[in-house]
């Protein structure tokens, strides 16, 4: 009989241990693939987000980053001359501001805004339009065209058509402008609302207009996209831009992915390291620990094969494979086990506040995969180790001679 | 902000601003500078000590910018929203910073201000003085320091998934120590065999197995929380040392431990029963083999 079948006997022999054995490893494998997941989950799921938005280069104030964003003068023409670059597809002003929307026929408390200024009229890039129109590439002054999301439009009853006051805030003041009467004109989807989030967007020009002041070419984030078919033109638009404004900071998306991997999401890549070390740390344990004593109770057998004239190899293999078989099945049960409870525990996570509503903390890639067989294996190779140390250095007469005694 | 008399606040306002260490021997009359504190990541990046002059600005240009008298570094307060963020910071006394802010034509921007922290008398009041705050001045955002009592705080959400990941642990744990009963029961198989052979109830034997479950639960317990602790400061200088702050990230608290206590030993006692129960219905000669 092969070593491969002498394991599987011996682990079909008790068959309400080797249960428990591979159901311990089956959760504590899921656990080590949801942290796999965990470690770049969000990289992952911010950088397809940033991706779906289909800009390659953000220009924000010298002295801001993308989560404080200062107004940038002179952003429009900056913007005109960004368009004109070669490579370059188109610029997007965006601006943003807290504001608070009553619907005509709610309570005067009315919710609280996110209030988005883009003159990107097109869907599908930060925004995708679900029902009515697009924002107007040119509206008469004074007119605030707005577009809400699918949140709002539910809470405040809105529809396209539906007229929808906002009032502003100055800042540093303690005094509010006059309620603004804007026109809902569509709903859409927007690409970085949060869960506990409302927004509503409008054109520049409107976002103005909203602060009771004429287009001023003021905005917090130049939004650049290149065309990808021309290599190294976001390389070269990004070093162009820069020569234009040098008082600005150009980014490219890698630079964004670099400061929220650096800054904000390190934590949880922090936590998932320390958890699947643990998670490894406490399989070994108890593998090696369930092997040992298994061992323990089968001295007088491998001493009997041994005397047989089974070979130390045979008795190692044997046991190698006791732990492949356990680890290998626990670990192939691991992954939809896996699969499911990071469905459980990205919905926790996602009820964070501020978090966007498309971004995921657990996200697959094949290489998950690869690194929990990987990280698996090694690990019961090694918990393995200790019994088989204890199996091939077993005096053969001596261990006999006790159990039969026994 | 209208109506603050900043004649009499006290406190101390703090900016994200730019610093440029100027050396000492410039500046003869460094007494008469006004006072500024520096964080402690700030003294260390520039190499700031008591005693040195350093201008600060609004921005990179320069606007707005006064030199101040180091007088002292200090730890900022750890804040666990921003354990991320590198606390370059610095604190000068409110006319100092109004003065380098206020706009040269615009009266209210003398008069402004970020934030006010209010301590209230009765902080159950928190909610009914945020609501009037709000009611009474347009623009003023008023929140209550306390916790969301809906639980939708970044806390309270991290929490809830360290709960989960813990109620995981302890599902795959409590399998592992069934397989590891299981085994140690099938070991005494005989032995059990022999004592319910002369003569010892099934009463007694499962009244042992549970006592001592019971001791090795409450000895696994125990040692898990002594373990926990000591190595605690070990995972908070870790990650004090790579967010190069003062937060506590792991604490063992007395109620935790208890909670640990009242999760483990019960776990143990009903794996150890679960164990011994397949023998404990099994026929006596089955035991011994005959």
Redesign the interface.
């Known amino acids: 009989m092969t070593a491969w079948g002498l394991a599987w006997r011996t682990i079909a022999r ?1 068959p ?2 080797s249960v ?2 591979v ?2 490893v ?3 494998g ?2 080590l693939f949801d942290m796999l997941l965990l470690s770049r989950g969000l990289l992952v799921s911010f950088r397809d987000l940033l991706d779906a938005a289909g800009f390659d280069i953000r220009v924000v104030a ?2 801001g980053s993308m989560v404080h964003r200062p107004p940038m003068a002179g952003a429009a023409s900056l913007a005109d001359a960004i368009a004109r670059l070669p490579g370059v597809r188109r610029a997007t002003l965006v601006s943003s501001d807290t504001a608070i929307a009553i619907a005509p026929s709610q309570s005067r408390s009315g919710t609280r805004v996110s209030l988005l200024g883009t003159n990107d009229a097109a869907s599908g890039s930060v925004l995708t339009l679900v029902s009515g129109s697009p924002l107007p590439s040119a509206a008469p002054p004074g007119d605030v065209p707005v577009l809400v999301s699918p949140k709002l439009a539910a809470a405040l009853q809105l529809q396209p058509g539906s007229a929808l006051q906002l ?1 502003l ?2 800042p ?5 402008l006059p309620l603004v009467t804007a026109h809902v004109t569509g709903i859409a989807q927007f690409a970085f609302e949060a869960a ?1 989030e409302y927004t509503v967007a409008t054109t520049m020009d409107g976002f103005a207009a909203a602060h009771g002041k004429p287009a001023d070419g003021v905005a917090e984030m130049v939004l650049v996209s290149t065309d990808s078919t021309q290599p190294g033109s976001e390389a070269s638009a990004a070093a162009a831009i820069a020569r234009l404004r040098p008082d600005l900071r150009v980014l490219s998306n890698d630079q964004v992915m670099e400061q929220f991997n ?3 999401f ?2 949880f890549r ?1 936590i998932s390291t ?2 699947s070390s643990m ?1 490894l740390a ?1 399989a070994f344990l ?1 593998i090696a ?2 092997l040992t ?2 061992v ?2 089968r001295l007088g057998e491998v001493a009997a094969l041994r005397a047989l004239g089974f070979p130390r190899r045979r008795i190692a293999a044997n046991l190698l494979w006791e732990s492949v078989l356990l680890v290998g099945v626990g670990g192939l049960a691991a992954l939809p086990v896996g699969a499911l ?1 990071a469905v ?2 990205d919905r ?2 996602r ?3 501020g978090v966007p509503g498309r971004l995921h903390f657990f996200v697959f890639e094949p290489r998950a995969i690869l690194l929990h067989v990987a990280l698996l294996s090694v690990t019961g190779i090694l918990a393995a180790v200790y019994p088989i140390w204890l199996a091939t250095r077993l005096p053969i007469a001596a261990t006999l001679r006790r159990e039969i005694l026994s | 902000m209208s109506g603050l008399n900043r004649g009499r606040a006290s406190a101390f306002a703090a900016a994200l601003l730019i610093a440029v260490a100027l050396p000492a021997a410039t500046a003869p009359a460094s007494a008469a500078l006004p006072p500024i504190l520096i964080s402690r990541q700030l003294a260390e990046r520039d190499h700031l000590r008591p005693g040195d002059i350093v201008t600060m600005a609004l921005d990179a240009t320069g606007s707005g910018s006064r030199q101040f008298r180091v007088e002292g570094t200090y730890e900022p307060t750890p804040d666990p929203v921003r354990f991320t963020a590198r606390r370059l910071e610095a604190r000068v006394h409110l006319p100092e910073l109004v003065a380098m802010t206020e706009v040269s034509g615009d009266p209210a921007s003398a008069d402004s201000l970020t934030a006010i922290n209010v301590k209230l008398t009765n902080p159950s009041n928190a909610d009914a003085f945020s609501a009037a705050v709000a009611s009474r001045a347009p623009g003023v955002f008023a929140r209550p320091t306390a916790r969301a009592k809906d639980g939708s705080d970044p806390f309270a959400v991290l929490e809830r998934f360290h709960v989960a990941v813990a109620a995981v642990t302890v599902l795959g744990s409590t399998a592992f120590l069934l397989a590891l009963m299981v085994m140690r029961a099938e070991e005494r198989r005989e032995t059990i065999g022999i004592i319910r052979l002369i003569g010892i109830s099934e009463r007694s034997i499962l009244l042992e197995v549970l006592a001592e479950g019971l001791l090795i639960a409450t000895a696994g317990a125990v040692f898990g929380i002594v373990l926990a602790i000591a190595t605690q400061g070990l995972v908070n200088q870790f990650f004090q040392w790579r967010y190069d702050t003062a937060l506590v990230f792991v604490r063992v608290t007395r109620a935790i431990a208890l909670q640990s206590i009242a999760v483990s030993v019960p776990l143990g006692i009903l794996a150890g029963l679960v164990g011994s129960w397949t023998l404990l219905r099994r026929d006596v000669l089955a035991l011994l083999g005959r």
């Open positions: 008790s309400a241990r428990l054995a159901a311990g089956t959760v504590i899921a656990l010298a002295e009032r805030f100055l540093g003041s303690a005094s509010a506990d650096q800054n904000a390190s934590y922090q320390v958890l998670t406490f108890l620990t369930l004593m298994s323990n109770q409870l459980v525990l926790i996570l009820e964070m506040p």
